[in-house]
């Protein structure tokens, strides 16, 4: 399957603290897309990473992607208690359809 | 800043019943899709749609659902006859590209009982 896979599940940290999240994924692929979202919430689209891209900055967000290794990373800088939340990364298949495959998410702790 | 708006946020019906989920989608997209999150799994694909038809749909999306835009700025999802497994949060996200951003809704949380 196409499944991407965060890592970690879990992430607890300070205020002012960087945060970092992996994304895996088994298939090659057009484009990576991080979201956000708050619990029962909806999914706020965060930065979106091409398969030529390899870095991509946003604000205090810095995402990666290595498709050799077929990863991605989501750098949080300076973190802040707002920034508490689930994140999840979702791949679209590079077959010409549109669909995302989402993680499994990592979920955010910003303690103040 | 154009969002996508779903209606309504919460839904409450009775197994067997149909529901209609409704979306606005941002005005100059072409792509649209419903996704479903079943209450702490991940987000799954339903369906996407474009040209007015259906590009491609998951295993989900059986003949209980279907999709249409009735006008030019709606786009709907109904479940004509609904299990309790359908209970879940529905997103609506639209996108201006094939291989762009996809902008997702606030959700519809359905709840069967």
């Known amino acids: 399957s196409q499944q991407g896979e965060e890592d970690p599940q879990a992430l607890s940290i300070q205020e002012g603290e960087n945060a970092t999240m992996n994304c895996s994924y088994k298939t090659s692929i057009n484009n990576l897309q991080w979201y956000r979202q708050n619990s029962g919430r909806g999914l706020v689209h965060l930065i979106l990473i091409r398969s030529n891209e390899r870095e991509k900055h946003s604000g205090r967000l810095r995402v990666t992607l290595d498709t050799s290794k077929k990863s991605s990373s989501l750098l949080i800088t300076a973190s802040r208690a707002a920034d508490t939340a689930s994140y999840f990364c979702?791949?679209?298949?590079?077959?010409?359809?549109?669909?995302?495959?989402f993680g499994t998410g990592t979920r955010l702790l910003v303690s103040p | 800043e154009p969002e996508v708006t779903q209606t309504p946020s919460h839904q409450v019906t009775q197994m067997g019943q149909e529901v209609i989920l409704r979306c606005v989608p941002i005005?100059?997209?072409?792509?649209f899709y419903w996704y479903r999150q079943i209450l702490g799994q991940k987000v799954e694909f339903l369906v996407s749609f474009y040209n007015n038809e259906i590009s491609e749909k998951s295993e989900i999306f059986d003949d209980q659902f279907s999709v249409e835009r009735p006008d030019g700025s709606n786009f709907t999802l109904k479940i004509r006859s609904t299990k309790l497994e359908d209970s879940a949060m529905y997103f609506c996200?639209?996108?201006?590209?094939?291989?762009?951003?996809?902008?997702f809704g606030p959700g519809t949380r359905l709840t069967v009982t």
């Open positions: 979702a791949t679209d298949a590079n077959t010409g359809f549109q669909k995302l495959v």
């Open positions: 005005s100059n997209h072409l792509y």
């Open positions: 996200a639209s996108s201006g590209d094939r291989s762009g951003e996809q902008y």
